[in-house]
């Protein structure tokens, strides 16, 4: 252990901590910029400098490890006025319009210019006259907004190993910008907006699209359908000043309807129904010879990446359309069909945790049912905007169930939007077709967890069944490797895009640090626990579904509605 001193306050601390960390030990936040707790120290923005004894410059606290006996200043006058010439020297390139900025109230640069208390500015405001990119329907980047952190260049490359962004220039010129200095749509971005999360002010940021669907539902033409992903109610209410978890379906549903949406109906009645089709399409794959690992395929950055980095992987890619997709196919046929309503009135509206799922609606091969299958994707983010602006009140509104035919769920359907969770809701579904017995524990908690990749071997009465999961493209990269090289020990393997699977996902409330992705699993495991029904193939209305209209899984109607190949 260390001894040391923090503003006169004496504590010990494990060799190699870092001054940042120590001084947090005790209660004492420094402020920073360029750090990021899941990524590598940059020490680029110096907004963290403090003074140590016997040292002649300011030290950074990111990057500067405590020594035995070290006295440690974080907040002198020579530290506070560094601090705010840094500040100001960012000010002066930085567009002074927080009013009208995405982040505003939600920025880390404007919470320390407010916190240092800076008034004016000596340096003059010098904007580089950037364009703005608005090239992909899912991310917008402003790059005068840039602070050089390098945060996302960080998420993209070492987390995401996607590599579509890059640092350029030097001094006053330094920026990020999309590798070749082409528009974001012209690299390898495969749009999962885990750089919006990693950025500290609103340089990146989703292509907001209220406007789009304040004008459906104004509509008298439309008829305007909603689905809610499996991820969005753990993070929801910490957008209307909830905990994590907090925020009760029902209440959300009331919300929903309060904002104008005419039916509300659950991607979770797809996520089941995916089980149904994946779970039939493995074991048909392991009957029948097929091409496996087979790799599940609902996450839209996932599959961005598969087409981008291993395209000759392709056939390994369940044929499953991602639930969102289903579920858009579905409610211009069968759901429209049971309500009597014109398919070609109803207004498909998505509400996703991810930024990707606004480019999978848009792909070509999304219009099965005869339109475009889902019209409109908004994410986590875009509907608490529109709670706030509604002004609702979720103390005090009526609670409101699901519409009917396509609202119903299972635990194993909730438990999709944590890493790990469509292999459990398989493993669920799978074990008691194939053994004809019933799961007595239906915790597969080999597959659950932040771990970058799990693995587990199930006994399906005789026949093992050896599956993994990774989550964030790092970790599947590297199980993409080895299927790759004809290494890989898997009949299944799960990956999610972002860290931590969906919860994680790039249109979720801004989230800096993996600690709110745990809290986020940890509250959907919880509401696993609480569904009295927690297989998927035990939800009535999918019972329902395959009498009246698909009739079989892995049917006709099946492959015109719920399957698709993507091609090299
Ligand atoms: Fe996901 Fe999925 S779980 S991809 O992570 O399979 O976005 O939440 O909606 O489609 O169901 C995302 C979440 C989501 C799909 C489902």
Known sequence: MVNLS?????????????????????????????????????ANCRICVCEVEGQPLLQAACETQVNEGMVVRTHTPQVIKTRKMILQLILGHHPQDCLNCIRNQNCELQALVEEYGIRDNPFPLKLKGLPEDRSTVSIVREPDKCIACRRCVDACSVIQTVNALCIE????????????????????????????????????????????????VADPDKVVVTQIAPAVREAIGEEVGMAT?????????????????????HTNFTADLTILEEGNELLKRLKENGTLPMMTSCSPGWINFIETFYPDLLDNLSTCKSPQQMFGALVKTYWAEKMNIEPSKIYSVSIMPCTAKKFEAARPEMNDSGFQDVDLVLTTREVGRLFRMFGIDFDKIEPSQFDPWMGQYTGAAVIFGATGGVMEAALRTVYEVVTGETLTDVNFTAVRGFESIKEAEVDLKGTKVKVAVAHGLG????????????ESPYHFIEIMACPGGCIGGGGQPITKSNIKRKERINAIYVEDEACPIRKSHENPEITQIYEDFLKEPLGHKSHQLLHTTYKP
């Open 245 to 265: 978890g907090d925020m009760p379906m029902d209440k959300f549903v009331a919300g929903l309807r309060r904002v104008g949406l005419d039916y509300v109906l």
């Open 6 to 42: 923090i503003d006169g306050i004496k504590l010990s601390v494990a060799e190699g901590t870092t001054i940042l960390d120590a001084a947090k030990e005790v209660g004492i936040r420094i402020p920073t910029l360029c750090h990021h707790p899941d990524q590598a120290v940059k």
């Open 169 to 216: 220039g030097r001094g006053y010129e330094i920026g990020i910008s999309p590798v070749m200095g082409k528009p974001l749509a012209e690299t390898g971005c495969v749009l999962c907006g885990q750089c919006i999360h990693a950025c500290p002010v609103g340089a990146i940021s989703e292509n907001e699209q209220i406007d789009e669907f304040l004008a459906a």
């Open 475 to 486: 970790n599947a990269r590297k199980l993409m490797d080895q299927v790759r090289a004809g």
